[in-house]
C-alpha cells in the first residue's frame, strides 16, 4: 500500500498537476424549502386554501430575524458592525446608551428654542436622528483598486446603496472611538450622531476626506470601465 501511494505522489509531481481541494458551502435548505414569514401582520393573516405552505417546508427562523414591531434591521445591522469579540449585547447596550444622548441632546435643544416654530422642527426620536445621520454619511463617490499592466491605480467609482450604508457605518463607528480618555465611548457615539444629523463631525469630515480622495484621482476615471 505504501509503494502504491509512493508511485501515485510520483506520478502526480512529474506530471506538475496542481493538488487543489474545492470547498463547496452546502446549506441545509435546498429548493424544497420556502422564507419564513418575518412580520407580525402577516402571521396573523390566515393561511389561504391554495397557499404553498400547506404543503411545502418552511426555512427555521435566523438569530437576527423578529416580529417585533419596533425592530429595525438598519439598527441591527449597525450593532452586528460594532460587536467585539463577540459580546453582542454589550454593543446593543452601547447603542442604547446611544441614543440615551441622543435624546437628551436634541430635548435640550428643544427647550432652548425660542417659538413654536423652531421646536416642531428638532426630531426628538433618536432612532430617526440615527437614520438621518447615516443617510447623511453616505458618500456618493467610493475608492476601489485596478490592476492595468502591472500597476494598481486609486479608481473613484460610484457607491451602490450597500456600499453606501457600510461606509456610512463604518466611519461613524470609527468616528465614535476617535475619542479622549475622559468620555466613554457611546458618549462620543451619541454626539457623532446628533453631529452628523447637522451635518457635522467625524462621519461628515471622513466622507469629505473620501469625495476630495476621489477628486484627485479623477483621471483614473475611466479605468473603471
Given at each position: 500500500?505504501?509503494?502504491?501511494?509512493?508511485?501515485?505522489?510520483?506520478?502526480?509531481?512529474?506530471?506538475?498537476?496542481?493538488?487543489?481541494a474545492i470547498l463547496v458551502r452546502n446549506s441545509k435548505y435546498d429548493s424544497r424549502y420556502?422564507?419564513?414569514?418575518?412580520?407580525?401582520?402577516?402571521?396573523?393573516?390566515p393561511i389561504p386554501p391554495g397557499d404553498i405552505r400547506h404543503y411545502k417546508k418552511i426555512k427555521a427562523a435566523v438569530t437576527d430575524d423578529n416580529s417585533f414591531t419596533d425592530f429595525d434591521p438598519v439598527v441591527q445591522k449597525f450593532i452586528n458592525m460594532?460587536?467585539?469579540g463577540g459580546n453582542k449585547a454589550l454593543a446593543r447596550s452601547h447603542l442604547e446608551e446611544a441614543f440615551e444622548v441622543v435624546k437628551r441632546a436634541q430635548l435640550e435643544s428643544y427647550h432652548k428654542a425660542s417659538s413654536e416654530e423652531m421646536k416642531a422642527t428638532i426630531e426628538l426620536d433618536p432612532v430617526?436622528?440615527?437614520h438621518q445621520a447615516l443617510?447623511?454619511?453616505?458618500?456618493?463617490?467610493?475608492?476601489?483598486?485596478?490592476?492595468?499592466?502591472?500597476q494598481t491605480y486609486m479608481v473613484p467609482i460610484a457607491a451602490s446603496d450597500k456600499r453606501k450604508k457600510f461606509f456610512s457605518m463604518k466611519w461613524l463607528i470609527e468616528a465614535g472611538m476617535e475619542k479622549d480618555r475622559s468620555k466613554r465611548f457611546y458618549q462620543q457615539l451619541g454626539e457623532e450622531i446628533v453631529a452628523a444629523y447637522y451635518h457635522k463631525g467625524g462621519l461628515i469630515k471622513k466622507k469629505q476626506e473620501m469625495h476630495k480622495l476621489c477628486e484627485t484621482n479623477k483621471a483614473f476615471a475611466h479605468l473603471s470601465y
Amino acid at each position: 500500500m505504501a509503494a502504491l501511494c509512493r508511485n501515485v505522489t510520483k506520478l502526480i509531481l512529474r506530471e506538475k498537476r496542481p493538488i487543489c481541494a474545492i470547498l463547496v458551502r452546502n446549506s441545509k435548505y435546498d429548493s424544497r424549502y420556502i422564507e419564513n414569514i418575518k412580520t407580525l401582520e402577516e402571521l396573523k393573516q390566515p393561511i389561504p386554501p391554495g397557499d404553498i405552505r400547506h404543503y411545502k417546508k418552511i426555512k427555521a427562523a435566523v438569530t437576527d430575524d423578529n416580529s417585533f414591531t419596533d425592530f429595525d434591521p438598519v439598527v441591527q445591522k449597525f450593532i452586528n458592525m460594532m460587536v467585539k469579540g463577540g459580546n453582542k449585547a454589550l454593543a446593543r447596550s452601547h447603542l442604547e446608551e446611544a441614543f440615551e444622548v441622543v435624546k437628551r441632546a436634541q430635548l435640550e435643544s428643544y427647550h432652548k428654542a425660542s417659538s413654536e416654530e423652531m421646536k416642531a422642527t428638532i426630531e426628538l426620536d433618536p432612532v430617526v436622528v440615527f437614520h438621518q445621520a447615516l443617510e447623511n454619511g453616505e458618500p456618493l463617490l467610493i475608492i476601489t483598486k485596478v490592476v492595468k499592466s502591472g500597476q494598481t491605480y486609486m479608481v473613484p467609482i460610484a457607491a451602490s446603496d450597500k456600499r453606501k450604508k457600510f461606509f456610512s457605518m463604518k466611519w461613524l463607528i470609527e468616528a465614535g472611538m476617535e475619542k479622549d480618555r475622559s468620555k466613554r465611548f457611546y458618549q462620543q457615539l451619541g454626539e457623532e450622531i446628533v453631529a452628523a444629523y447637522y451635518h457635522k463631525g467625524g462621519l461628515i469630515k471622513k466622507k469629505q476626506e473620501m469625495h476630495k480622495l476621489c477628486e484627485t484621482n479623477k483621471a483614473f476615471a475611466h479605468l473603471s470601465y
